[in-house]
């Protein structure tokens, strides 16, 4: 008995998986960092629930060496590579400018405004990067799933969405994107709740169709499904399940951050073939920087280090002991000079927001990046 259409096996077999590098590469350094951050955290969920501030050692490992640092990482996309640079020099120049004054403008009426400004920018950058990789992810799928494209989209976006507007109607949390009071407060609860239903539903049609669509083409793709499954669980866990400014500051960090590095890093060393040597010998002493992965790691931490030693220095003063090459700076406590300073020192953090969602649109539809 014929179990499929003849065009829909042949469909099948010429299908693989859609892996950026290779299932063990993609599965250490993209899918597997939300389910092990989530399991560390439920694993150690009464410490988390203990802790009402984020200690040192956590602030280190999973701010500064993760978060701050993969915002860094962008610059081997955009300002370090000479191409990328000289073909898309205008935006590259006006953004940090526009994202300066603009910053400036807000801080200058309130600096609550800049903050909420900036976390809700960081909000939408963090949902379009788990989109991003659906969509990298989709792109060697039959025809058949192909079409149900805008229900893969719509299953991660409910993934990441449901738990910020529950987020929104369940405050205060013991936690917040950047300050305290940076979202919006006075979101009506019927919000969640019309939400919730729609996640039910987003989800539960996915995995009818994902079943469904696994039987009669025989594919079933498993990097789009982990991190799905990935997204929805680390999102869960670090905004709903746990109360918890230690789970949220894990989760958040790890499921995001190391992805995009290992994106960067694996962008580059797929696009170029050269060797060390070579790049040294032809004057292009910054790709070196990405040659090797300990150099690369370490160049994104120095300058990640040198930012939040200015902001200790200037602003904040939590972690002097840390930062104890930038304790002589003087604390600024002048509005005018703090409307200016706050949205500079930001700039590697808006500028990534605003250039990531251009950079990865490759416009060449033979590259393994185009989707």
Same mark, same amino acid.
């Given at each position: 008995?014929?179990? @499929?259409?003849?065009?829909?096996?042949?469909?099948?077999?010429? !299908?693989?998986?859609? &892996?950026? *590098? @290779?299932?063990?590469?993609?599965?250490?350094?993209?899918?597997?960092?939300?389910?092990? @951050?989530?399991?560390?955290?439920? /694993?150690?969920?009464?410490?988390? +629930?203990?802790?009402?501030?984020?200690?040192?050692?956590?602030?280190?490992?999973?701010?500064?060496?993760?978060?701050?640092?993969?915002?860094?990482?962008?610059?081997? =996309? $955009?300002?370090?590579?000479?191409?990328?640079?000289?073909?898309?020099?205008?935006?590259?120049?006006?953004?940090?400018?526009?994202?300066?004054?603009?910053?400036? /403008?807000?801080? *200058?009426?309130?600096?609550?405004?800049?903050?909420?400004?900036?976390?809700?920018?960081?909000?939408?950058?963090?949902?379009?990067?788990?989109?991003?990789?659906?969509?990298?992810?989709?792109?060697?799928?039959?025809?058949?799933?192909?079409?149900?494209?805008?229900?893969?989209?719509?299953? #991660?976006?409910?993934? $990441?969405?449901?738990?910020?507007?529950?987020?929104? $109607?369940?405050?205060?949390?013991?936690?917040?994107?950047?300050?305290?009071?940076?979202?919006?407060?006075?979101?009506?609860?019927?919000?969640?709740?019309?939400?919730? &239903?729609?996640?039910?539903?987003?989800? #539960?049609?996915?995995?009818?169709?994902?079943?469904?669509?696994?039987?009669?083409? =025989?594919?079933?793709?498993?990097? =789009?499904?982990?991190?799905?499954?990935?997204?929805?669980?680390?999102?869960? %866990?670090?905004?709903?399940?746990?109360?918890?400014?230690? +789970?949220? %500051?894990?989760?958040?960090?790890? @499921?995001?951050?190391?992805?995009?590095?290992?994106?960067?890093?694996?962008?580059?060393?797929?696009?170029?073939?050269? !060797? $060390?040597?070579?790049?040294?010998?032809?004057?292009?002493?910054?790709?070196?920087?990405?040659?090797?992965?300990?150099?690369?790691? +370490?160049?994104?931490?120095?300058?990640?280090?040198?930012?939040?030693? /200015?902001?200790?220095?200037?602003?904040? =003063?939590?972690?002097?002991?840390?930062?104890?090459?930038?304790?002589?700076?003087?604390?600024?406590?002048?509005?005018?000079?703090?409307?200016?300073?706050?949205?500079?020192? +930001?700039?590697?953090?808006?500028?990534?927001?605003?250039?990531?969602?251009?950079?990865?649109? #490759?416009?060449?539809?033979? *590259?393994?990046?185009?989707?």
């Amino acid at each position: 008995m014929q179990t @499929s259409h003849p065009t829909v096996a042949i469909a099948a077999k010429t !299908s693989s998986q859609a &892996w950026l *590098s @290779s299932a063990r590469w993609d599965c250490l350094w993209i899918i597997s960092p939300a389910f092990l @951050s989530s399991a560390f955290v439920l /694993l150690f969920r009464n410490q988390m +629930a203990a802790s009402q501030n984020v200690p040192l050692w956590v602030w280190v490992c999973f701010v500064l060496l993760i978060d701050v640092a993969h915002v860094y990482a962008t610059l081997f =996309r $955009t300002y370090l590579d000479p191409q990328a640079f000289e073909k898309n020099r205008t935006v590259l120049l006006a953004i940090p400018a526009i994202a300066w004054i603009g910053g400036s /403008l807000l801080y *200058s009426i309130d600096g609550l405004f800049f903050w909420r400004a900036l976390a809700y920018l960081a909000v939408f950058h963090f949902i379009r990067q788990q989109f991003g990789f659906v969509i990298l992810y989709s792109r060697k799928d039959p025809p058949a799933l192909k079409q149900f494209k805008w229900l893969d989209c719509a299953a #991660v976006y409910m993934a $990441t969405i449901y738990p910020m507007l529950f987020w929104h $109607t369940n405050m205060p949390r013991n936690f917040s994107w950047f300050i305290a009071g940076d979202f919006i407060e006075s979101v009506p609860v019927i919000f969640t709740q019309i939400a919730l &239903w729609v996640y039910v539903l987003v989800a #539960v049609a996915y995995g009818i169709k994902e079943i469904a669509l696994a039987k009669t083409t =025989r594919f079933f793709n498993v990097p =789009r499904n982990l991190l799905i499954v990935g997204t929805a669980l680390s999102w869960w %866990t670090g905004i709903i399940a746990l109360n918890s400014d230690m +789970a949220f %500051t894990i989760t958040n960090v790890v @499921s995001h951050g190391i992805p995009y590095m290992a994106l960067i890093w694996l962008y580059h060393h797929q696009k170029s073939g050269e !060797s $060390t040597k070579q790049l040294v010998s032809n004057g292009a002493w910054k790709k070196v920087l990405i040659s090797n992965v300990l150099i690369f790691f +370490a160049f994104i931490v120095f300058l990640a280090y040198l930012e939040e030693g /200015l902001w200790d220095g200037l602003v904040w =003063r939590e972690h002097l002991n840390l930062f104890a090459p930038f304790a002589w700076l003087p604390p600024v406590g002048d509005a005018a000079i703090l409307a200016l300073l706050v949205p500079f020192l +930001a700039l590697p953090q808006s500028t990534h927001y605003l250039l990531d969602g251009f950079i990865w649109r #490759v416009k060449d539809r033979s *590259s393994v990046w185009s989707a």
